[in-house]
């Protein structure tokens, strides 16, 4: 039977949580909102074709202009009933 040793340093897992929260920024700073037909990162407009693959999600769209990673948020469903 063999025997793993884990880190159980406090330091060294302090290392690796600051690590992941900069992977994390990382992440967040390379994905843009698409709305209304743009990016709302650079506020460039795009081109329906490409806001609507963002829409449906059919595709990774990058933004041309700032080359980020665009990702469509739905308006929440607009409540039309009457009670
Ligand atoms: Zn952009």
């Known amino acids: ?16 949580i600051a690590l992941y929260e900069g992977k994390i920024a990382e992440l967040e700073s390379a994905v843009a909102e698409a709305k209304d037909g743009g990016c ?18 059919e595709a990774v769209v990058q933004c041309e202009n700032c ?3 665009l ?8 409540q039309s009933q009457a009670s």
């Open 1 to 16: 039977m063999t025997t793993r040793k884990h880190p159980r340093d406090p330091e060294e897992l302090e290392a690796s």
């Open 40 to 57: 709302t990162v650079c506020h460039v407009r795009m081109r329906p074709q490409m806001f609507n693959e963002v829409r449906r999600n």
């Open 67 to 69: 080359q980020r990673i």
């Open 71 to 78: 990702y469509y948020v739905p308006a929440p469903a607009s």
